[in-house]
């Protein structure tokens, strides 16, 4: 079985501001790792994801994530955050190179990032 | 760009009424998913199907089926509807090998 916990429920920030949210995943197996945002009244839109390759995965709205295998950990960051980052972030796991039955994506229970002026 | 597109944004139903969520998705996506979203609870996975006719239940399947006759359909049914039901649905869908999933812009379902 796999899980994900994400350590803050909430993280106030203030514009300009560096920004962290972390992630921490179990798995017996190797996985594939996911950062996903949910803006107000919407859907999830992929971030970034990890599947294979350099440690350092760059994703979109200047958002960054490092895969750190012996900590079992997919930490988001962004050096200087907007207003227009508020919004509840989730991190994801699936299995690698799994197929079939075998497809999960499970997430943590997601990152509240408020960005204050 | 990948669309996921799910009939209703907003829906009212009565308790015991059977409630049908429809999920479409036009990638060809072998897996598709539904999940329902509470908060403080994060995601959780209510059931996916990764061929058509196949079917899996998640971590919460219980009080919901499934149905995917059609590669591009997936529909989440709620055989009667209970007020414990009311919550955001979000459908899923992605390639079968490839990582993550591109997701429809959800369901605000209430059972009164």
């Known amino acids: 079985a796999q899980s994900v916990t994400q350590l803050d429920s909430q993280v106030p920030v203030f514009e300009e501001a560096p920004v962290e949210l972390r992630c921490n995943y179990s798995s017996s197996v190797s996985v594939y790792l996911f950062w996903y945002v949910q803006y107000p009244n919407q859907g999830l839109q992929l971030l970034l994801k990890y599947l294979s390759g350099s440690t350092l995965v760059k994703g979109i709205n200047g958002f960054e994530a490092e895969f750190n295998k012996s900590q079992t950990s997919f930490h988001l960051r962004k050096p200087s955050v907007h207003i227009s980052d508020t919004a509840e972030y989730f991190c994801?796991?699936?299995?690698?190179?799994?197929?079939?039955?075998?497809?999960?994506?499970?997430f943590g229970k997601g990152t509240l990032l408020t960005v204050n002026p | 760009d990948v669309k996921v597109t799910q009939s209703s944004r907003y829906l009212v139903k009565r308790t015991g009424e059977k409630v049908f969520l429809e999920c479409v998705q036009d990638m060809d996506h072998e897996n598709m998913f539904w999940y329902r979203q509470d908060p403080g609870l994060g995601l959780r996975l209510i059931y996916f199907s990764y061929d058509v006719k196949m079917k899996e239940k998640g971590d919460i399947p219980e009080g919901y089926s499934v149905s995917r006759e059609k590669k591009e359909r997936f529909s989440l049914i709620l055989e009667s509807a209970s007020t414990n039901q009311t919550s955001m649905y979000l459908c899923?869908?992605?390639?079968?090998?490839?990582?993550?999933?591109?997701f429809g812009q959800g369901t605000r379902l209430t059972v009164v």
């Open positions: 899923a869908s992605s390639y079968i090998r490839r990582g993550g999933a591109f």
């Open positions: 994801a796991v699936s299995r690698k190179n799994s197929g079939g039955s075998n497809y999960k994506l499970t």
